[in-house]
DNA sequence: CGCCCTCGAGTTCC
DNA sequence: CTCGAGGGCG
């Protein structure tokens, strides 16, 4: 009884084709619903079950008034067409470092001897493990009991999948606490995956009922497990391997194979490949047995991955911005295909990169079929690197370049972003010419220009040039930025090329100047009255915001998420950034200036052979009349003070706040937003928030990079020099010059151990 | 001044 | 996910 879904537009049905529509969706979903509880061979596809409760809801949104008691929106278990809801990781989910090469394991393994101060000798043990294809997710047992299931989703929030987890047998509801009793909170998390077995059965049922097959046992566990109805994921042959862990309430152990065998005890899968290993050598020589067995395995892995052992040196180790320090994944190598290079197209970016993309005759390359790939810019065609160095060298050593209609090797660069490598000079056809990388825009036809040392030609079109607008746009509405909930890339897209949206302001304008029209006009496209209302809320929910998500949003360059966060939290209020950089603008202006005369004066000084007078040349030109303004000094200085923004970053934000059109267009746009002042970093309770420490000396319980990341973990700030900003002076042995000047300047000095205790370590 | 790490920007497919 | 570039440290 498959039924396909109607094909007349929702906008265009009448009330009684509504509401007969909806009987039938409602007859239809309820018998698939049955055949899913009561056999394992459901009647409908999975993609045709989907598209008819898609169907139903969008006619329900539609006419509101004929929803039916019986709807099948409403049924348990079956969460609307919002999706999943989100959920907050009360720790986030790291993703990891890579490693491609053994000397890349002997790099990481030195990194972390050096970061901890041990010697090369001393004993270190590491636990490796493959790492499985699969999808990540979290598990949270409150006393035991599982209450939350979550996807990785950004790594800080995830998508709560509770129902569709309950149904994999792998996944416990109750642990078991005769081992040892339940913690409070036990976060578990691992990966879902599904076996090569299962995979090829269940390809094999969706072929026999003309259902949609998967490529490959990863999306088909993903696709799996994000299934809105839980029942579809309960008849899907899904399993679970646990290897770490998010909140606690209690340690698990104190070691990471300590930790797995507690959550083997407490009731979950762990791989059974999982070892110690002594050293760099031995995680190697295990790589290669694990790469031996791959094939025999079952289920896909791509790598292994090795974790320190010891809980408390993982704790010391800490984490970078998105990956832990003690912690990397070893990959196997990427699977390779050939096939034809179609064409080059240039895609322009939101700061008016010219992107070459290749248009590939289509082919699969692990598992997907691959039919873009990326060509990274104008050297990369050619076979070289940023430098001018050789990157992909003919039998002679000379580079070669890329054109169309070559046959070219593509991969998946860490088997997502698909990449091409190599060519084959011996398929080369006679007719073939060399790429000629355009120098205008393609979008608008303004000058496309490449500045000196920069790999990137950019259009300078600016906002004229409708695919920066459109770029910058969709860059405004992202996640990161003002996040507005039915206001995604494609609807930016129609709203400009409509007319109705040009810049960000627009968007807070539109209803009052289109309301009224959008409802009618928009039904076409798939727009009705309550999705034109509910954008509109979600547009006003969003007037009001916070500081960091705005100034990311501005979309400037040098300016990105941690930069604006580092902003807002610097300056707290809008008001005292527009001043700030208002005032600085002197500065910088004549820093650039500055900057322009050091590069003439080493040309020149290159040319007559002799040095370049560098400090004199800077110098000369900030005593040039009219001179700064001293409070522009200062404001210049308490920016590039700010740690994470040097002169570059810097001057891009001040000039391009300070830009007229640029800033008109700013001016609209805060005019229709209630900014959120940020928060004073949450360290309430620190002794040293909001204080300035140097450390100097030899440091003997830690290393410096720690003593940093620990500082600042409690809110105050770690700079290299002392200055009469400085409030303390961490001094240890071997301390010189720093000391002196700090004892001159009356600061607090105290060695490590004064500064353990005072920081509570 | 050179090295290392982090951040920004651009990218593909589902 | 990767590359290039910016920033900070030795």
Redesign the pocket.
């Known amino acids: 009884m498959a039924q396909k879904v109607a094909d007349k537009p929702v906008g265009d049905l009448t009330e009684a084709e509504a509401r007969d529509e909806l009987a039938r969706l409602a007859e239809s979903l309820s018998q698939a619903n049955v055949a899913y509880h009561t056999e394992d061979a459901p009647e409908i596809s999975d993609a045709e079950y989907d598209a008819l409760k898609q169907r139903n809801i969008a006619i329900e949104d539609r006419f509101p008034a004929l929803k039916r008691e019986d709807s099948p929106t409403e049924q348990v278990g079956a969460p609307l067409a919002e999706g999943f809801s989100k959920v907050r990781h009360a720790v986030r989910m790291m ?2 470092g ?1 490693a ?1 090469e053994a000397e890349e394991v002997k790099d990481f393994d030195g ?1 972390i001897r ?1 970061y901890l101060g041990m010697s090369q000798f001393a004993e270190l043990t590491y636990t490796a493990e493959p790492k499985i294809d699969g999808l990540s997710l979290s598990l949270r047992y409150e006393n035991g009991t599982l209450v939350q299931a979550a996807t990785r989703g950004d790594g800080t929030e995830g998508e709560n999948v509770t129902a569709n987890a309950r149904t994999i047998d792998d996944i416990p509801q109750q642990l078991d606490g005769a081992a040892g009793g339940l913690p409070e909170v036990l976060e578990v998390r691992g990966e879902v995956y599904m076996s090569h077995a299962d995979f090829a059965a269940l390809n094999e049922r969706q072929a026999a009922r003309g259902g949609k097959s998967f ?1 490959n046992p990863r ?1 088909a566990a993903a ?1 799996s497990l994000r299934q809105l109805d839980a029942e579809i994921t309960r008849a899907r042959p899904l399993k679970f391997f646990a290897y770490a862990w998010g909140e606690l309430s209690a340690p698990l152990a104190e070691t990471q194979m300590g930790a797995i065998e507690r959550l083997q005890a407490l009731g979950f899968q762990t791989n059974p490949l999982t070892q110690l290993c002594d050293g760099p050598d031995e995680m190697i020589a295990h790589y290669r047995q694990i790469e031996e067995q791959r094939a025999t395995l079952g289920y896909d892995i791509d790598g292994v991955v090795y974790k320190v052992n010891d809980l408390a040196l993982q704790g010391r180790l800490g984490f ?4 832990p ?1 003690w912690a990397i ?1 070893h ?1 196997f190598p990427a699977e390779l295909a050939w096939t034809r290079l179609e064409g080059i197209d240039i ?1 322009v ?5 010219l ?3 290749a248009r ?1 005759t289509p082919v699969t390359v692990g598992g ?7 060509l ?2 104008e ?2 065609i050619a076979g070289r ?2 430098k001018g160095e050789v990157i992909r060298p003919d039998a002679e050593g000379n580079a070669k370049d890329i054109r169309t209609g070559d046959w070219v090797q593509v991969y998946r ?7 091409v490598a190599d060519v084959d000079l011996s398929k080369r056809p006679e007719e073939a010419q060399p790429y000629a990388f355009p120098h205008v825009c393609p979008e608008c036809g303004s000058e496309a220009i490449r500045e000196e ?4 030609r950019r259009c300078t079109g600016g906002l004229i040039c409708p695919a920066q607008a459109v ?1 910058k746009l969709k ?1 405004f509405v992202s996640r990161a930025a003002f996040d507005i909930d039915g206001l995604g890339a494609k609807q930016v897209e129609q709203f400009y090329r409509d007319g109705w949206v040009k810049e960000p302001a627009d968007i807070f304008e539109l209803k009052a100047r289109y309301g009224a029209g959008m409802q009618q006009l928009k039904n076409r496209e798939g727009w009705g009255d309550k999705s034109a209302s509910n954008l509109f809320d979600a547009i006003d929910e969003r007037r009001k915001i916070e500081l960091k998500r705005v100034l990311f949003a501005l ?10 966060g580092d902003l807002a939290k610097h300056y707290l209020s809008w008001s005292a950034m527009i001043e700030a950089v208002d005032a600085a603008l002197p500065a910088a202006e004549r820093y650039r200036k500055a900057e322009a005369a050091v590069e003439d004066e080493r040309k020149a000084a290159a040319a007559e052979g002799r040095r370049a007078r560098i400090k004199e040349t800077q110098d000369a030109v900030w005593a040039e009349e009219p001179t700064v303004p001293a409070e522009a000094k200062s404001a210049w200085n308490d920016l ?1 003070g ?9 001057v891009s934000l001040v000039t391009s706040m300070n830009q007229e059109a640029e800033r008109a267009s700013i001016d609209r746009l805060v005019a229709h937003l209630d900014i959120q002042d940020a928060e004073r970093p949450a360290t309430e309770g620190s002794p040293v928030a909001g204080k300035t420490v140097v450390f100097t000396g030899t440091l003997e319980k830690m290393t ?2 720690e003593a ?1 990341a620990r500082a600042e973990a409690l809110g105050a700030k ?3 020099s002392v200055s009469k900003k400085t409030d303390i002076l961490v001094a240890g042995p071997g301390a010189g010059s720093k000391e002196t000047k700090a004892r001159e300047l009356g600061i607090e000095i105290m060695d490590e151990d004064a500064w353990l205790a005072l920081i509570g370590g």
């Open positions: 993703s990891l890579n491609f990194r050096r490529a999306n696709g970078r911005s998105t990956t320090r994944a990959k895609q970016g939101r700061t008016g990169a992107s070459p993309v590939l997907v079929v691959v039919s873009n790939a990326t990274h810019n050297d990369y690197d940023a660069a860490g088997d997502v972003i698909p990449k040392g920069d790999a990137v770029e860059h979309g400037m360059r040098h300016v990105g998420e941690v930069v604006a590039v700010i740690d994470g923004i040097g002169a570059t970053v810097a410096r990079a940093k770690v700079s290299g």
